[in-house]
């Protein structure tokens, strides 16, 4: 199994350019997650989503938006890049945050806006 | 503000010696708690796992303890090898609520050789 997949793993953007990153899982997870990582900040939570269809705010979720068309993708977009979304960026997909059941992480994507 | 805290940036230890990292929680529905590691360049991979009606949970050189009435967890790895060198991030979820794990900033582990 592939697990969780992150698409694309490298990117250099432009100072408002737009861009959508791909996370796609093949476990039939329910939830699904966008995390960033910066150094000292740890991981922090953009946007996630408990089920097809569904989304929710995280801890840092001005400038992004997301969808969750399909129950085995996520995808992360942003509309107007900043030199402040440069960071890694991490998907996570779980059967639930809930006893038992751990979140699997992609191997991320390293943005950098320019 | 910050509901799950891991006020040690790094810890460095010798090969064979205990690794204790520590986690600090504010938010009194956390019910269960994860420990994940992270290698350079890779996406984080789930470790350890206690749920709030156990104080203690074991996975051969890892063990977990969660202590409520201070709202602390501890992640010991013992004996310590060069391999679990590596960020390690603490993690936690609440019941009946916003259904999403919270993490850490992270502490990073160097085991000396």
């Known amino acids: 199994n592939a697990g969780v997949t992150q698409t694309p793993k490298f990117r250099v953007l432009k100072t408002g350019q737009s861009m959508t990153l791909l996370c796609a899982q093949d476990m039939n997870h329910e939830y699904m997650y966008w995390y960033r990582q910066d150094p000292g900040m740890g991981l922090r939570l953009i946007h996630y989503s408990v089920g097809e269809g569904t989304t929710a705010k995280g801890e840092v979720p001005d400038g992004y938006n997301v969808s969750r068309l399909k129950k085995q993708n996520f995808l992360l977009g942003l509309e107007s890049a900043a030199p402040s979304q440069t960071s890694v960026y991490f998907c996570?997909?779980?059967?639930?945050?809930?006893?038992?059941?751990?979140?699997?992480f992609g191997q991320g994507t390293r943005l950098t806006v320019v | 503000d910050q509901q799950v805290k891991q006020n040690s940036p790094s810890l460095s230890v010798q090969e064979g010696r205990i690794s204790i990292l520590n986690c600090d929680y504010t938010?009194?529905?956390?019910?269960?708690f994860l420990w994940y590691k992270k290698y350079p360049a890779e996406g984080p991979t789930f470790l350890i796992s206690?749920?709030?009606?156990?104080d203690k949970n074991e996975d051969g050189r890892f063990t977990v303890f969660l202590n409520k009435s201070a709202k602390h967890l501890s992640l010991h790895i013992v004996p310590s090898q060069p391999g679990d060198s590596a960020v390690y991030f603490c993690a936690a979820s609440a019941k009946g609520g916003s259904e999403k794990l919270v993490f850490g900033k992270g502490t990073k582990l160097t085991v000396n050789p």
């Open positions: 938010n009194s529905m956390f019910d269960y």
């Open positions: 206690i749920s709030s009606i156990k």
């Open positions: 996570a997909s779980s059967y639930a945050p809930r006893v038992g059941t751990e979140a699997f």
